[in-house]
């Protein structure tokens, strides 16, 4: 029988923006549903998705399982690029129009403001949303996948789970044992807490700390009106999906709970949801009977972008052999996974919690998600002998640009997306390109906002660069269409010495009155999680590390003020304002010292040589650097002309970089200089594309 039958229900249809024109596009319109996939589990592509075996099927021994999805096409197709654009999302949010369009995020894109500049439209992409993350529960306008819980014969499937859980504020009793109200919790086989372990410590390698089985409960708090008008009544209600911590969580501790969970999901079918459904809609005829067709003819091209958790899954979905149709094509013709640093998905296991921030210095450090293979060439895991890489089957491989933060490198271990285990560079296939954005954080809001410390001892980075998306996809497109290479990549290396080892960097970077240094960017040991993960995924015990030898992580070098070497400077990290950094210290009364996860730090210099010299800053004032705002805008403006010929950013995109750089930049950049008297033309909106 066939591997994989689709139908589908269209629930919402739409014009896009009020019938808004985007240039010789036209109109579009956005089309919301429900899609329903059945698969044959023994099917290739399909069986080896974990617990396939498990789930239920139905009269024609197929596995079901279904998935919101939303499109936003031209309303008239031939007036389309021919290509679709898949937005991996994030966490079930829509996230392509923010970062692509620089438009309001939202997950019910239908209003004018959410076109932003207009930019994909006017490209004429097909822009396509699918529910792929199995965990997920409803709210915020999440898209969902609905997949099936694993059980032998009915018989409920029973695990160890180990799970962590960080307050970044005091007054926290409870939590969901996901951690994250977004996310469906395992269950816990029983409520008594004696069958569990409850531990915290003060930071992620210290000495955990036992807390009693009367101290907690599995529980949570329910809050209400009462006859009393004036107060609130509370009862603590039993939960099998919820902990509760009587004397409340304080803040910055790493609590780590372990215990005995039920009903494991079959999460891995996301990424059979998101080959089928792309390969569905690309081979064009999409229709279901009584529906309208979600496509009327073929795709010439699929592009994949996803940042963050996305990224990763992206390379996840790649490495597992997902990007082959079945049928020996390519789902994706080009994918652009963004800060995902060196990891990929704890996705494809049983019990996996796929939204928590893995990997960090502080919480949630001990994680499956960084594991060999971290390349997209072949090397050798010095550790292990094993060889691997991501990309090992020409056929079906896709074109990959990947672009990494700072932050990346601190906190996600990039430097092993481009070194061997030992840290020595690796060659990439000519079919990759590398792009460090240096100077830059993990997320970077398209949007004028003004900079804050959050969890920090700093304010968070600034650095703008949005720009960059539209460039890389733009080059991308080129590449799989005409052959015509995108710009060589550019990340620090060993060999040009701007890649370093923490303790170089920490030697070169500047004494900032008043600014702590990490102690090093996030470490990658050898881990054991268990008897059950190799087997089935199951992080069944605190993880073990296996020896003292740890892989190689290392981070860009730095020039006199601090800023990174070695990447592609945006214009605001080229004409720079601060030091801009890919790390940030956390609070005194958050976990003192450990670095707030992916979170970078924006350091103002002195605004004159009189600030310079009262603080004892090492660092140039900005009046040195720039006679006054005028030449600032002048500096950014070479910066972006400069990075346009070069094929990094758009020539539309140059104006708009100018026009947020008046006033100093403000909001972005905190200043005490004199407000420029030359009116702000702020963009985000028409930009002819």
């Given amino acids: 029988m066939s591997a994989s039958l689709i139908d589908y229900r269209v629930t919402d249809r739409r014009i896009f923006a009020n019938g808004k024109i985007f240039g010789e596009t036209g109109s579009y319109e956005r089309l919301k549903g429900r899609v329903i996939f059945r698969v044959d589990p023994t099917a290739p592509g399909v069986r080896d998705v974990t617990d396939i075996e498990l789930a239920p099927v139905d009269e024609t021994s197929r596995v079901r399982f279904e998935a919101d999805f939303c499109i936003l096409r031209p309303l008239d197709p031939h007036k389309g690029n021919g290509r679709l654009f898949y937005d991996y999302g994030n966490r079930g949010d829509k996230r392509a129009l923010q970062f692509f369009n620089a438009a309001k995020g939202s997950n019910d894109p239908i209003e004018e403001a959410h076109a932003g500049d207009g930019y994909l439209m006017r490209r004429g992409y097909t822009i396509v949303w699918l529910g792929w993350q199995g965990d997920l529960l409803p709210g915020d306008g999440r898209l969902l996948l609905k997949v099936p819980v694993a059980t032998h014969d009915g018989t409920p499937i029973t695990g160890t789970l180990c799970t962590e859980f960080v307050a970044s504020e005091a007054g926290h009793h409870e939590m969901p044992l996901s951690t994250l109200a977004s996310t469906r919790s395992y269950p816990a086989v029983s409520l008594d807490t004696k069958r569990a372990t409850l531990t915290r410590r003060l930071y992620a390698h210290t000495q955990r700390e036992r807390i009693a089985p009367d101290a907690w409960a599995f529980a949570r708090l329910e809050r209400g009106g ?30 780590e709970l372990i215990y005995e969970a039920v009903d494991p999901l079959v999460l891995g079918l996301g990424h059979v949801a998101v080959r089928d459904f792309i390969s569905f809609l690309k081979k064009g005829a999409a229709q279901a009977k009584e529906q309208p067709p979600l496509t009327t003819r073929p795709f010439e091209k699929a592009y994949a972008w996803g940042r963050s958790q996305t990224g990763r899954c992206i390379r996840d979905f790649i490495y ?43 919480e949630n450090h001990f994680s499956p998600v960084d594991s060999f293979p971290y390349s997209y060439a072949r090397s050798t895991d010095h550790l292990t002998g094993v060889e691997d890489a991501i990309l090992k089957r020409p056929e079906t491989d896709p074109l990959v ?33 590398l792009y460090f954005w240096a100077s830059s954080q993990h997320f970077a809001d398209p949007l004028l906002t003004a900079p804050s410390a959050a969890l920090g001892q700093t304010m968070c980075n600034v650095v703008a660069t949005h720009y960059f998306f539209r460039a890389v996809l733009d080059r991308l497109d080129e590449w799989a269409t005409d052959g015509v290479a995108p710009p060589p990549s550019l990340y620090p290396s060993r060999a040009q010495g701007t890649l370093v080892t923490v303790e170089e960097w920490r030697s070169a970077f500047p004494t900032i009155p008043g600014v702590a240094l990490p102690q090093g960017p996030s470490r990658l040991e050898h881990l054991d999680f268990g008897p059950e993960f190799s087997r089935t995924g199951t992080i069944s015990a605190q993880a073990r590390i296996v020896s003292d030898q740890k892989y190689a992580v290392l981070v860009p070098a730095v020039d006199g003020d601090g800023n990174d070497q070695g990447g592609l400077r945006a214009p605001m990290a080229a004409a720079p304002l601060g030091t801009y950094t890919g790390w940030s210290l956390r609070r005194r009364d958050v976990g003192h010292g450990a670095m707030v996860g992916i979170t970078g730090s924006y350091i103002p210099f002195p605004d004159t040589d009189e600030e310079r010299s009262q603080t004892g800053d090492p660092r140039t004032s900005i009046l040195s650097r720039f006679a006054d705002s005028t030449a600032y805008e002048n500096a950014i403006r070479d910066a972006a002309e400069k990075l346009c010929e070069q094929g990094y950013m758009l020539e539309c995109d140059i ?8 006033d100093w930049g403000r909001p972005r950049h905190l200043t005490r200089l004199p407000v420029s008297t030359v009116p702000r033309n702020a963009a985000n909106g028409d930009t002819k594309t």
């Fill in 655 to 662: 104006a708009n970089t100018v026009a947020l750089a008046q």
């Fill in 226 to 255: 009462s006859v009393d008008s004036k107060k609130t009544d509370t009862a603590l209600i039993p939960s099998d999906s919820n902990i509760y911590l009587h004397d409340g969580f304080e803040p910055g501790w790493i609590y």
């Fill in 320 to 362: 597992l052999g997902f990007n082959d149709d079945g049928q020996g094509n390519r789902v994706f013709d080009g994918v652009m996974p963004h800060v995902a640093g060196a990891g990929k998905m704890w996705m494809n296991h049983r019990f996996a919690n796929m939204t928590l921030l893995p990997g960090q210095e502080h």
């Fill in 401 to 433: 640009i990947h672009t990494d933060t700072s932050c990346e490198y601190w906190h996600r271990r990039a430097s092993l997306v481009h070194t061997d285990t030992r840290g020595e560079d690796l060659k990439q296939p000519d079919g990759v390109r």
